[in-house]
């Protein structure tokens, strides 16, 4: 992509996010004609313009001004930027905020999954898990399944979760 303009870019990048001019202008609070001025290579993208891409698109940067690298960060690559923009401990109060919000239960407990995966069990259970959990997302009546093998093979563990329920 090095070879062609910001303002290319910047039209790939809205037409990859399937946006008309307004919209995308609209997502980023910035004007139509700037928009139109950016992708007519009469201006610049600001500064403003390229964090505000960045935040709600997860646009790299250097891709819209250079043509390098990918057009979109990765996850280690927007949460590096966050930890650069906001700051070691704010990222670290925003992510623990993050986890303890009942909204991103499931992505807290892959989370923990992950760590158990990765340092706490040897292979053959890191297959069953990975199962399971592969199973769990293939649709509601794989789900029903997994959930009746669970609750017949670990009975304590649903007496547990009713008295939970009860209270």
């Known amino acids: 992509m090095k070879n062609c303009s910001v303002g290319k870019r910047v039209t790939m990048l809205r037409e990859s996010l399937k946006l008309e001019r307004k919209d995308f202008?609209?997502?980023?609070?910035?004007?139509?004609?700037?928009?139109?001025?950016?992708?007519?290579?009469?201006?610049?993208?600001?500064?403003?313009?390229?964090?505000?891409?960045?935040?709600?698109?997860?646009?790299?940067?250097?891709?819209?001004?250079?043509?390098?690298?990918?057009?979109?960060?990765?996850?280690?690559?927007?949460?590096?930027?966050?930890?650069?923009?906001?700051?070691?401990?704010?990222?670290?109060?925003?992510?623990?905020?993050?986890?303890?919000?009942?909204?991103?239960?499931?992505?807290?407990?892959?989370?923990?999954?992950?760590?158990v995966v990765q340092n706490d069990i040897d292979e053959e259970l890191a297959a069953y898990l990975q199962y399971i959990l592969k199973m769990w997302h293939a649709g509601e009546r794989d789900r029903n399944w997994v959930m009746g093998q669970l609750t017949r093979a670990f009975e304590d563990v649903g007496k547990k979760l009713e008295k939970g329920k009860d209270k």
């Open 25 to 115: 202008a609209a997502a980023i609070n910035v004007s139509q004609p700037t928009i139109s001025r950016i992708e007519g290579n009469v201006t610049k993208p600001s500064k403003g313009f390229l964090l505000a891409s960045t935040i709600h698109f997860s646009v790299n940067p250097d891709w819209i001004l250079t043509g390098e690298g990918e057009m979109f960060f990765g996850a280690k690559e927007y949460i590096g930027s966050g930890i650069k923009l906001f700051g070691d401990q704010e990222m670290c109060k925003g992510l623990t905020n993050v986890l303890a919000d009942p909204e991103f239960a499931k992505f807290h407990a892959l989370l923990t999954a992950g760590d």
